[in-house]
């Protein structure tokens, strides 16, 4: 796109001084020779178009590599619970393509308490959780410190940003069967559904006499709806209850069948407790124990702990993404604002031409063309 | 972590002062609206003693407006524009603030039935669509970046809006029936081209920082700067395509009408992220507060 602006003078004189002299005063890089000048101004433009898509390439390669070189696992730790930085530390790793997992900050990091904050304060808000904070002790070649992590606020470590995604209840459980042997101890991590963290978990017993399962809900504080159905009314455990489905039969955890520990796979099972089994589904508050059905034992729920999802990534290129991604817009806005212009003034006998040349729109052209024309012609 | 103490009370008189300040710009919307359609009658272009009320009305209701945007924040203690109804008064205020300094420096009296008539639509639905009591910030909105992202794009958004009503007028007049005596009062296309590109091109600076904002923000809170969800997408469709407009304002044969309606579409774009996307659209960018 050239837009040319052109203007003769017929004239004897040229007043080349004060042309040079405006050119000069313009920030205009000039040629003069003895019967032509030759002006340009610019450049910046086309260093800002060279920068421009330098940038982009500098952009494209650096997420390109960051995405080779970066790595991104998860983690969910209930309280007390400990995670080491290797492969085999989290639930789920996805390397890129260049990152060796062996390469990991050998780092250990435990959650040592996770507090929540709701609004008691502001009718309005009523129970909206406004804060989240994990109280970790990281452990790096031995030296420990204490952190806290927050939604957001990482916590930086070499190489790993830890980042907190989510949290909810652990039920701590202790089963026996009939002959008071324990065949299952721990917390159990349940997934929140909503707000209110009515959470949904699965607990599997395979070293029972005969292997069961259990599909229970967790209401930190319970309330019915209208059609009857439990469901939480506060995230706190105001009024904790676990409501438990339970499901007998092979578990098939040897076959890699239910290797997901939030699911379970009732096809070969049969439900004696809850659903259509007959058998309310079998209802424990904390601190209570309960019997379950067809004599597979007790359970205890010994008491309630919170879980934090960790997120743990690293990218190495991530800054220069932001370096390029800056001088990616700068150089596009100076190419966008900045006019590129040629003129030239030339004499021959009798007449002086005035020609001008823009590599882009360039709205001041012809006035400029104009404005020289008129210093060409002025009586000194 | 201590819980602040909302005013509840305060939000509700900072309601009445917004919708006084609404009451007032469609007051002046419909004068400005009248004298613009006596203007064109008779093909006159100076402005008139009815306009000039119009506008005094602007800057009345502009006061009231910003005592009412101040009294939110105060409310709720912190900058009024966590959620979408907060992110439109306080939107909606800043273009009209604008508009007016503007005003001081640019003839641009032609477009104060667009700003003003648009404004009244944004407090319309922003109060009978969007309305949210005060509420404190839930943990992912507790960033300083808070402040620095949501607002650069209310700036945006704001020099967008009034670079789209000149667009939209420079097509009207560069389209057929240029003789149309309602086009006589508006300056000519070159003038229009100008001052819309002014206004885009710093739209689309402030818009590029939201951006970056947003992705610097997204790495802390959630743990990736980019990741395509709805709303980045989206809001990186618009910079293309305002980046497109303003190439098109530097190349021969597309500069005029076509950009125009090139910023016609980014604008229309920004408002469907803005409406569409923030409520039907599923994303982590939920923050409408509805
Ligand atoms: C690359 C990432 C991001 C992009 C491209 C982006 C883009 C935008 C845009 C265009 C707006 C203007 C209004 C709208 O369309 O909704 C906006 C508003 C907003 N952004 Fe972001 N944003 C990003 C990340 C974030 C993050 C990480 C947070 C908070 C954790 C956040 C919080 C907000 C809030 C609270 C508003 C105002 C209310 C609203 O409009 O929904 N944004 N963002």
New interface residues.
């Given amino acids: 796109s050239r837009l040319p602006e052109y203007i003769k003078i017929e004239t004897e004189k040229d007043n080349f001084k004060k042309v040079e002299e405006f050119f000069k005063t313009n920030k205009y890089r000039t040629v003069i020779t003895q019967d032509e000048i030759r002006a340009e101004k610019g450049y910046l433009r086309e260093t800002g178009n060279l920068v421009f898509h330098l940038s982009l390439l500098g952009v494209l390669i650096s997420v390109g590599l960051g995405g080779a070189l970066s790595y991104s696992g998860q983690r969910v730790l209930v309280e007390g619970e400990s995670f080491v930085n290797n492969e085999a530390g989290y639930d789920s790793l996805s390397p890129g393509l260049l990152f060796d997992t062996k390469s990991l900050t050998p780092f250990s990091l435990k959650l040592n308490s996770f507090i929540t904050t709701y609004d008691y304060l502001n009718p309005t808000n009523y129970a909206k959780p406004i804060d989240f904070t994990a109280k970790v002790t990281t452990n790096l070649n031995g030296k420990k410190d204490d952190a806290v992590i927050k939604v957001n606020n990482p916590l930086m470590l070499p190489n790993a940003k830890v980042y907190l995604t989510g949290n909810g209840y652990a039920p701590d459980v202790v089963i026996k069967d009939k002959d008071k042997n324990i065949v299952f101890s721990g917390p159990v991590v349940f997934l929140p559904q909503d707000g209110n963290l009515t959470s949904l978990g699965v607990i599997k017993v395979p070293d029972a006499p005969t292997q069961f399962g259990i599909m229970a809900f967790f209401y930190p504080t319970v309330g019915q709806l209208e059609t009857g159905a439990l469901t939480s009314t506060h995230p706190y455990p105001w009024n904790a209850l676990l409501s438990m489905n339970v499901f007998v039969g092979k578990l098939g955890l040897e076959n890699g069948l239910n290797a997901n520990v939030f699911d379970l796979n009732t096809h070969a099972m049969k439900q004696v407790a809850g659903g259509k089994s007959g058998i309310k589904a079998i209802q424990v508050k904390p601190g209570e124990t309960v019997a379950l059905p067809k004599e597979l034992g007790t359970l205890e729920f010994r008491g309630l702990k919170r879980f934090a999802s960790l997120d743990i990534t690293y990218n190495p290129m991530e800054l220069w993404v932001l370096v390029f991604a800056l001088s990616t817009l700068f150089s596009l806005i100076l190419m966008l604002i900045i006019p590129r212009r040629r003129i030239w003034v030339k004499k021959s006998s009798g007449f002086v031409e005035v020609a001008a040349l823009a590599k882009s729109r360039d709205e001041s052209l012809g006035k400029i063309v104009k404005e020289i024309s008129e210093i060409v012609k002025k009586k000194s | 972590?201590t819980?602040?103490?909302?005013n509840?009370e305060l939000a509700t008189i900072s309601r009445l002062l917004v919708l006084g300040a609404l009451t007032i710009y469609s007051i002046a919307f419909i004068i400005l609206a009248w004298s613009l359609t006596k203007r064109a009658a008779k093909g006159d272009k100076t402005s008139s003693k009815l306009e000039n009320i119009g506008i005094y009305l602007l800057v009345a209701g502009n006061l009231l407006h910003f005592v009412g945007v101040l009294t939110r924040g105060i409310a709720a203690h912190r900058v009024p524009w966590a959620n979408m109804y907060e992110f439109s008064i306080t939107g909606s205020f800043i273009v009209t603030f604008i508009y007016l300094v503007a005003l001081r420096f640019k003839d641009l009296k032609f477009i104060s039935t667009f700003v003003s008539g648009f404004v009244v639509l944004i407090i319309g639905s922003a109060n009978t669509l969007f309305y949210v009591?005060?509420?404190?910030?839930?943990?992912?909105l507790?960033?300083y970046w808070l402040v620095i992202h949501v607002s650069v794009a209310i700036l945006a958004t704001a020099f967008f809006m009034i670079g789209a009503a000149l667009a939209a007028i420079l097509i009207l007049k560069s389209g057929k029936g240029k003789e149309r005596k309602l086009l006589k009062v508006f300056p000519e296309v070159e003038k229009l081209e100008?001052l819309s590109y002014q206004f885009n091109?710093i739209g689309f600076?402030l818009w590029?920082f939201t951006l970056?904002a947003g992705?610097?923000w997204a790495?802390?809170?959630w743990?990736?700067?980019?990741g395509w969800d709805t709303k980045e997408v989206w809001t990186f469709i618009i910079w293309t395509i305002y980046?497109a407009y303003?190439?098109a304002?530097?190349?021969?044969?597309w500069?005029g009408k076509r950009a125009a309606w090139l910023a016609l579409i980014g604008f229309t774009a920004i408002i469907f992220n803005f409406t569409i996307v923030n409520l039907y659209f599923k994303g982590l960018h939920v923050y409408s507060g509805l």
């Fill in positions: 972590m819980v602040t103490e909302l509840p009591q005060v509420d404190t910030l839930m943990p992912a507790q960033d100008k091109i600076i590029s970056i992705a610097i790495d802390k809170a743990h990736r700067f980019w980046a303003l190439h304002t530097t190349t021969k044969g500069e």
